[in-house]
């Protein structure tokens, strides 16, 4: 395995771990009480800061500190990965728009913390997905060449 | 369309077995790179190409080859 896979697959489950934390936080406590409850807050900001804090210190610190680990094949696959960081981006806005199109539709507004919740889940998502796509892009030359 | 074809394991082998990692240092890429490389699964820019050749000493055209299909 190369070193810029191990990493991605390390960053990629640590990245997961942090997900889901970030979900159970969301669905044990009551959203409407993130506007008022300082500690959900804090809680949810360590959780979704650390993700990209993963990323940027498995991934991007490879790239920038360890140039011999990453050769011409590993930065290939690198500049590939943002293919699969759009496509999950655009994918999770839809989600979002649909879901909460369906939810609040008659009520015509939506709660604020909605907002919040947006921007937190595309950057996760965006993290998650650039490990997810330097992976496939590794499993695709090994299959494919 | 062609396709480019190399002798990489078999020039590492007249070279006292030269080890994959040992190549791969020499050439300035990684050990995976020379194993994918070796089974065929990727094209090796033009200057990681030179690199290779000039690992064994040979010119470009004994490592690689371009084979019509």
């Known amino acids: 395995m190369a070193p810029l896979q ?18 159970v936080v969301f669905v044990t406590r009551d959203i409407n009480a993130y506007a008022t409850d300082l500690g959900f807050r804090l809680i949810v900001y360590a959780l979704w800061v650390g993700v990209p804090v993963v990323y940027l210190l498995l991934i991007n610190l490879t790239r920038l500190t360890k140039l011999k680990q990453v050769d011409e094949r590993d930065r290939l696959i690198m500049d590939r990965a943002p293919k699969i960081q759009w496509l999950s981006v655009i994918f999770t806005l839809v989600v979002w728009y649909t879901v909460l199109n369906d ?10 913390v909605y ?31 | 369309m062609g396709r480019i074809e190399n002798r990489i394991r078999r ?59």
């Open chain 2, 11 to 69: 020039l590492r082998f007249d070279h006292n077995e030269m080890t994959q990692e040992e190549l791969a240092n020499r050439a300035g890429c990684t050990r995976q790179t020379i194993i994918a490389l070796e089974q065929n699964k990727y094209v090796p820019s033009i200057e990681l190409a030179f690199k290779i050749a000039r690992a064994f000493s040979v010119p470009l055209e004994e490592v690689f080859q371009y084979e019509d299909s």
């Open chain 1, 103 to 112: 939810l609040y539709w008659d009520q015509g507004q939506l709660p604020v």
């Open chain 1, 115 to 145: 907002l919040t919740l947006i921007l937190i889940s595309t950057l996760v998502i965006s993290a998650l997905a650039e490990s997810l796509g330097i992976l496939i892009g590794y499993w695709r030359m090994n299959r494919n060449g």
């Open chain 1, 6 to 23: 191990k990493r991605a697959l390390i960053s990629l489950v640590i990245g997961l771990a942090l997900a889901i934390a970030l979900i």
